[in-house]
């Protein structure tokens, strides 16, 4: 199992990002996908998950801000990032669900910092 | 949403040493189909999360065998049964029960 994030940056406040997860070794299909934050220094934040069937939940904090996707076909995860605050500043985590509501793997990370 | 608070902050430990990390819940984490979706994860300096410890006391598979978890309710503990150099980082809880998904802050393991 391999997920690999990528897409992330330096962005103004406001300004917009979209952030990429790729996933090898698995049936990305028939797993749920979450994103996850950790701000710099910090502890980790539930950011937003979408089923295996694209049902999505988001933190109170990104809602109406924040999109999560899957394109199954490219075997890729997707979180886009609309009216960025300062407060988004974190590396950005992609991780699987596991059988029992778990994130059992995790990718590298990708780093989002929001200032002007 | 669901406050883990999990002590001590900050644990200092000597090699082979045994350490308890406590989560304590806000409120019960038995979910109504009776699994308590409590588990734990250790973040490695400068590594991303990985999984030791789902469902309060189960092990994942490879992590080794100093590693257990008990509990219920509301109060868990972590047990590493003599530290090696290797266990060094954060170690968090995380509850899956009660949208949304929550986090404690974190214990950090260093060495004596």
């Known amino acids: 199992v391999q997920l690999v994030e990528s897409g992330g940056g330096l962005v103004q406040p406001g300004k917009s990002l979209k952030l990429s997860c790729s996933a090898s070794g698995f049936t990305f299909s028939s797993y749920g996908m979450h994103w996850i934050r950790q701000a710099p220094g910090k502890g980790l934040d539930w950011v937003a998950y979408?089923?295996?069937?694209?049902?999505?939940v988001y933190a109170d904090a990104v809602k109406g801000r924040f999109t999560i996707s899957r394109d199954n076909a490219k075997n890729t995860l997707y979180l886009q990032l609309n009216s960025l605050k300062s407060e988004d500043t974190a590396i950005y985590y992609c991780?699987?669900?596991?059988?029992?509501?778990?994130?059992?793997?995790w990718g590298q990370g990708v780093m989002v910092t929001v200032s002007s | 949403d669901v406050v883990l608070t999990q002590t001590p902050p900050t644990l200092s430990a000597t090699i082979g040493q045994s350490v308890s990390i406590s989560c304590r819940s806000s409120q019960s984490l038995l979910h109504s189909n009776g699994n308590t979706y409590l588990h734990w994860l250790l973040q490695r300096p400068g590594q991303s999360p990985q999984l030791l410890i789902y469902?309060?006391?189960r092990l994942e598979s490879g992590v080794p065998n100093r590693f257990s978890g008990s509990g219920s309710g509301t109060d868990f503990t972590l047990k590493i049964s003599g530290v090696e150099a290797e266990d060094l980082g954060v170690y968090y809880c995380?509850?899956?029960?009660?949208?949304?998904?929550?986090f404690g802050a974190g214990t950090k393991l260093e060495l004596k």
């Open positions: 469902l309060v006391s």
């Open positions: 991780a699987r669900v596991g059988g029992y509501n778990y994130f059992d793997y």
């Open positions: 979408i089923s295996s069937s694209s049902g999505t």
């Open positions: 995380v509850q899956g029960t009660h949208a949304p998904y929550t």
